[in-house]
T-cell receptor
């Protein structure tokens, strides 16, 4: 069974559109993250949610909004998509009492 | 904030040789240092980690060393195999918060 899953795996869309990426973890973790990996492979944290509360927002544009309907899900909504948003977005989760993060398979977003 | 540097950016070794990747960090409060392997088209997978109260940790062909005084840690892979080819990332964290990743090392193991 997949521990951290993301949908969709690929997302191709036009500039200006609004899109969402979904993440689910079945590990019972209480902390979830969104990372962005650019074309040079740099991995940068965007958001962290702990028990449905945002605890990190690394100066991400407010066009990006994470939403956590429950502890097992952390979705990422992106409004007014721009060319520079093209990247791979990874979801990750962690048990708050341990440090290890588990990553999802990634969502490859291409904005045309 | 924390800054993590990683070298080299690319590394090619012959199958059977050893590979070493080095990272430095800036925040002395960091106490957890994981290493991730990312294969093409996949998410990063944890391969080994070390905490600041330990100087070295080994798991079969993989080992990590940590020098807290110098603020650097290294990944050592012995007897490399073609399936070790991937991008490797180091990271630093303080008590599991605020993970900062290095820029990655693309390792190629040549048969």
């Amino acid at each position: 069974d997949t521990a951290v899953s993301q949908t969709p795996k690929y997302l191709v869309t036009q500039m200006g559109n609004d899109k969402s990426i979904k993440c689910e973890q079945n590990l019972g973790h209480d902390t979830m993250y969104w990372y962005k990996q650019d074309s040079k492979k740099f991995l940068k944290i965007m958001f962290s949610y702990n028990n449905k509360e945002l605890i990190i927002n690394e100066t991400v544009p407010n066009r990006f909004s994470p939403k956590s309907p429950d502890k097992a899900h952390l979705n990422l909504h992106i409004n007014s998509l721009e060319l520079g948003d093209s990247a791979v977005y990874f979801c990750a989760s962690r048990d708050r009492t341990k440090e290890t993060q588990y990553f999802g398979p990634g969502t490859r977003l291409l904005v045309l | 904030g924390e800054n993590v540097e990683q070298h080299p950016s690319t590394l090619s070794v012959q199958e059977g040789d050893s590979a070493v990747i080095k990272c430095t960090y800036s925040d002395s409060a960091s106490n957890y240092f994981p290493w991730y392997k990312q294969e093409l088209g996949k998410g990063p997978q944890l391969i080994i980690d070390i905490r600041s109260n330990v100087g070295e940790k080994k798991d079969q062909r993989i080992a990590v060393t940590l020098n807290k005084t110098a603020k650097h840690f290294s990944l050592h892979i012995t007897e490399t195999q073609p399936e070790d080819s991937a991008v490797y990332f180091c990271a630093a964290s303080s008590h599991g918060q605020n993970f900062v990743f290095g820029p990655g090392t693309r390792l190629s193991v040549l048969p």
